[in-house]
């Protein structure tokens, strides 16, 4: 009660304070979404009647496929369109739910009233809210509609398809002589839409022809004269070359295959898009000449593909071990069996268009479905093998067979009556198979290269190992890039075109594209494989780019500042983790994957982190505060336990200590923060060394001490300022010995002084006749070892005490008794 009281009581006082500027706000706020509303309703109502349209058009061209496709595609549109609409409200409701919440719900009989203008706005808010209800609810329900009328466009389809496959044609019907001369009919109509097109079109059009033709012919030549350039020796087989590797013969066949296609496919093309361009065609003329390129780069390509694969003139770099008649004649009928499937579709499309008789499409179809069968069954009883007896061999039983049935079956479908059905399968042998081969052949290409030495030893390998520094390793990684390439570009090229073989349409692989681009929901998951190449793209981006600031700020700013060497080290060092961090996170940001979802997952690495990963953690944050604090830095000499060596890198797990034996140990950075490290170049490389000299018995010490001082005063590298001294250390066992204590302004140099101050230290010597004595020649009794068991020591001592007494007590006795007998004989 207190708290709705205080509640009213701001809301009068809000009302009291400023009413003017709180009835504009409110007004302004209706006009806003008043105006929304009428907008998405205008849409909503634009896209009712579209539908309505291609409702209407499905139920028209419900026999063709492609048309179904197309209206399929915009009805996909129409149900994003929808769903826009219904979430362009989103906002606004939240707002509006939000100001109800605010405002509270109606007082209850008994309680006080509330202002006229808050039971205004609830009212407002209430309507509102209600609009937008029914508008969404028409959008929902509008994009119900258009799912269902996608759903049906899929049913249609597959029946479509099942008739195509399973209609029989009464052949008796077509099978008369009436065809004959629809026939003859066909073709003078056919022919004079051709000849009065060419002469229009050389009459008005022939400049324009002359260009388009010229510009699509440079495109071809371009493509195939930069193949040949880029590709050198894979791109034809090399007669000089006797016992090519398998490789080779591999990248040669697929490569001398896909190019030439390509470059004959973008002449056509260019052609046909060049003509339509500068209206060249007309619309029978243009479908005609959309049917004759496709013809003509499926005949062009059965054709290499066979010839590179059997290639009649080369034995030794054939694919398929067969002689060479029998490749000849296997070219031969190859390419007659896509001539006959080729001319047949193009007819197709020509009795489509002009409307021909039913009759003669189905003699056509079935003309050449016969000669399919008979040429398919040649093929499989030709003998392309010689033994060691020179007897010729069949092909494989399994591959024979298979062939002969696929021949007798589309025969037998032909002679049935299922014309599209031994159709359906004359095409799939000849294309579908052309493709998948060229596909298989590309893929043993891509793993050839891929195995380890195996892009090494291709042309464009051996040219980059004599003309570039790259080592075996390095050719071996870049084959492996080289080989993923290679399969993704395959998957990319020869899986669109299987999927139109087989009865799909472009509009069906634009929408799958699309899908799988825009994301794939499985369950509440949703996966774009757009998303994730745009976050892998940024990542990659970024990473660059932290690693050219990383050198820039390196090699420009801090080398032009003359920083020292370990505070360079540990500012690149932070910017390029920093920078790799954000570029993760930017990458992640653009892949679509919210970060707040990433509270599950972080959730799990700190358990993991208490359990398994203290000392990975221990290592991360020791290495910061190396980073940080720089006890050491690279190019200090340190000294870790046993360990002493000169820091080569500091990284956030380990650091790397090069020892003077150039072994390189990396050594975790806990032990480095947890345990005593020297540092001998820590604040500079100022230290001393010392050089220890002895000198015999006798000599004059003072004599000694003068000449070592000189020495070390004279020495180059040592210091005048600390000034170097002699220490006269002890008398030894051996010699007097002397320390020459002398100061080095890099300490790093103290092994030098050392090695030329003793070589000084002899040849002075020398000349002095001071003589160094040898410890071996020394007479010196060797000093027993500092007992380690007292007790076995004390023991042993005992012992000996104990023997020394009772052999005092046997001489005393002998003494005695030797005494006893000099006594004179009484006599």
Same mark, same amino acid.
């Given at each position: ?261 390509? +470059?004959?496919?973008?002449?056509? *093309?260019?052609?046909?898009? =060049? @003509?339509?361009?500068?209206?060249? #065609?007309? /619309?029978? &003329? !243009? ?109 494989? +039983?399994?591959?024979?067979?298979? *062939?002969?049935?696929?021949? =007798? @079956?589309?025969?037998?479908?032909? #002679?049935? /009556?299922? &014309? !599209? ?129 990383? /050198? ?276």
């Amino acid at each position: 009660m207190f708290f709705r009281l205080l509640r009213l009581i701001l809301i009068l006082a809000l009302v009291v304070a400023a009413p003017p500027s709180f009835d504009a706000m409110a007004q302004a706020i209706g006009q806003g979404a008043a105006g929304l509303i009428t907008d998405q309703q205008k849409a909503i109502q634009d896209l009712t009647a579209k539908t309505d349209g291609l409702e209407k058009k499905i139920q028209e061209d419900g026999e063709d496929d492609a048309t179904l496709v197309e209206i399929r595609l915009q009805l996909e549109e129409m149900s994003r369109a929808a769903l826009t609409s219904a979430l362009a409200f989103r906002s606004r409701l939240t707002d509006i739910n939000n100001r109800i919440e605010t405002l509270g719900p109606p007082p209850a009989a008994g309680q006080p009233q509330e202002p006229d203008i808050v039971t205004g706005e609830r009212q407002a808010l209430a309507s509102e809210k209600a609009e937008i209800n029914a508008v969404i609810a028409s959008a929902q329900n509008l994009s119900i509609r258009i799912n269902g009328l996608i759903d049906k466009i899929g049913n249609m389809r597959s029946e479509l398809f099942r008739n195509l496959l399973t209609k029989r044609y009464e052949l008796s019907d077509a099978l008369s002589p009436q065809v004959v001369s629809d026939a003859q009919d066909e073709y003078v109509n056919l022919y004079k839409a051709v000849s009065s097109w060419l002469s229009f079109a050389f009459k008005f059009k022939f400049k324009a022809m002359l260009a388009a033709t010229f510009i699509a012919l440079a495109l071809a030549v371009v493509l195939l004269v930069g193949g040949r350039r880029l590709f050198g020796r894979i791109f034809e087989a090399d007669a000089s070359i006797e016992d090519p590797s398998y490789l080779s013969r591999l990248s040669v066949a697929f490569w001398s295959t896909l190019l030439p296609t390509l +470059a004959v496919g973008a002449f056509l *093309a260019s052609t046909v898009f =060049l @003509f339509n361009y500068y209206n060249v #065609l007309r /619309g029978d &003329i !243009g479908v005609f000449l959309n049917a004759l390129a496709a013809v003509i780069a499926v005949v062009f390509c059965v054709n290499r593909l066979t010839n590179a694969a059997l290639e009649p003139r080369l034995p030794n770099w054939r694919l398929i071990p067969v002689e060479t008649g029998p490749a000849r004649r296997l070219v031969r009928l190859t390419t007659a069996m896509a001539i006959v499937i080729g001319v047949n579709n193009f007819l197709a499309v020509v009795n489509d268009k002009m409307g021909s008789p039913l009759s003669v499409t189905i003699v056509r179809s079935f003309v050449a479905t016969i000669i399919f069968g008979v040429i398919l069954i040649l093929m499989a009883l030709l003998k392309p093998f010689k033994a060691r007896d020179e007897s010729w061999r069949p092909w494989p +039983a399994w591959l024979r067979y298979t *062939a002969i049935a696929l021949g =007798l @079956f589309t025969i037998a479908a032909a #002679l049935l /009556g299922y &014309i !599209g059905l031994a159709l359906f399968v004359a095409l799939q042998v000849v294309v579908t198979g052309t493709v998948l081969i060229t596909a298989y052949i590309g893929f043993l290409s891509a793993r050839a290269i891929g195995e380890e030495g195996g892009f090494a030893d291709t042309s464009v390998g051996r040219w980059l190992s004599t003309n570039s520094s790259y080592e075996e390793t390095a050719l071996d990684q870049l084959g492996l890039v080289v080989s993923i390439a290679i399969n993704v570009m395959i998957v990319l090229v020869f899986l669109p075109l299987i999927l139109l073989m087989w009865g799909f349409q472009p509009g069906d692989i634009q929408a799958w594209a699309y899908k799988l681009a825009t994301g794939i929901t499985i369950g509440s998951v949703t996966i774009s494989v757009l998303g994730i190449l745009s976050g892998i793209v940024v990542f990659v981006i970024g990473y660059f780019l932290t690693r050219w600031f990383q /050198g820039w700020l390196d090699g420009s700013v801090m080398a032009r500042g003359r920083v020292d060497t370990g505070v360079r080290n540990s500012i690149r060092l932070a910017v390029g983790y920093a920078g790799v961090a954000l570029a993760a996170l930017v990458g992640v940001s653009a892949a679509g994957i919210d970060l707040s979802n990433l509270a599950l997952v972080a959730g799990a690495l700190s358990l993991g982190i208490g359990f398994g990963l203290q000392n990975v953690v221990s290592n991360f944050v020791s290495g910061l505060i190396l980073l940080a604090e720089r006890p050491f830095k690279v190019g200090d000499w340190i000294v870790a336990g046993e360990i002493s060596g000169t820091v080569k890198k500091i990284s956030v797990r380990a650091t790397e200590i090069e020892t003077f034996q150039r072994q390189s140990v990396i050594l975790p950075n806990s032990n480095l923060i947890n345990n005593a490290v020297g540092n001998w170049t820590h604040r500079n490389k100022l230290g001393r060394v010392e050089i220890k000299v002895g000198v015999a018995y006798g000599s004059d010490v003072k004599r000694v001490h003068a000449l070592l001082l000189d020495i070390a005063r004279n020495h180059p590298l040592v210091l005048k300022n600390p000034e170097p001294f002699v220490l006269f250390t002890n008398f030894g066992a051996a010699a007097l010995e002397f320390e020459i204590r002398v100061f080095l302004a890099d300490v790093l140099n103290g092994a030098i002084v050392q090695n030329d101050i003793r070589f000084t230290v002899l040849d002075v010597f020398d000349s002095e006749h001071i003589e160094i004595p040898s410890t071996p020649r020394a007479e010196v009794k060797k000093h027993q070892a500092w007992p380690i068991d007292d007790d076995k020591i004390e023991a042993e001592f005992a012992e000996r005490e104990e023997a020394e007494a009772a052999a005092a007590i046997e001489r005393e006795r002998l003494a005695k008794s030797k005494r006893k007998s000099r006594k004179p004989d009484p006599d």
